[in-house]
């Protein structure tokens, strides 16, 4: 999950999409600890707060470490849909019985 100080989440929910950007300060091994940030923890931070989505459009991967940190990404995730569920009803079998000799 992803609840710390130095990380910041911003979810947005459009039309067709859920777009979570994240930010992570960079790494500085006095105040601020090593941290990566995958599609995993990005999942389960969406689970954590009951947002429900759909498959994934964009990923990222961020790392705040050198040499070459990546500081901010975007997860674009499409928006669940909700499909109806359609109940039919049985026939009824025909038997010799239900036939009805006559």
């Given amino acids: 999950m992803l609840k710390n100080k130095d990380i ?3 979810i947005n929910n459009t039309a067709d ?12 091994p006095r105040s ?3 941290m990566a940030v995958a ?8 689970e ?7 498959k994934i ?6 790392n705040n470490t050198p040499p ?11 928006k669940k849909v909700k499909t109806k569920s359609k109940t039919t009803k049985s026939k009824p079998r025909t038997t010799k019985n239900t036939r009805g000799i006559g």
């Fill in 8 to 10: 910041k989440i911003e």
């Fill in 17 to 28: 999409n859920l777009e979570v950007c994240v930010c992570l300060k960079h790494f500085d």
């Fill in 32 to 34: 601020t600890p090593a």
């Fill in 39 to 46: 599609t995993s923890h990005v999942k389960a931070h969406l």
């Fill in 48 to 54: 954590s707060e009951n947002i429900e989505y759909g």
């Fill in 57 to 62: 459009i964009q990923e990222s991967h961020l």
């Fill in 68 to 78: 070459d940190p990546l500081l901010e990404g975007t997860w674009v995730f499409a």
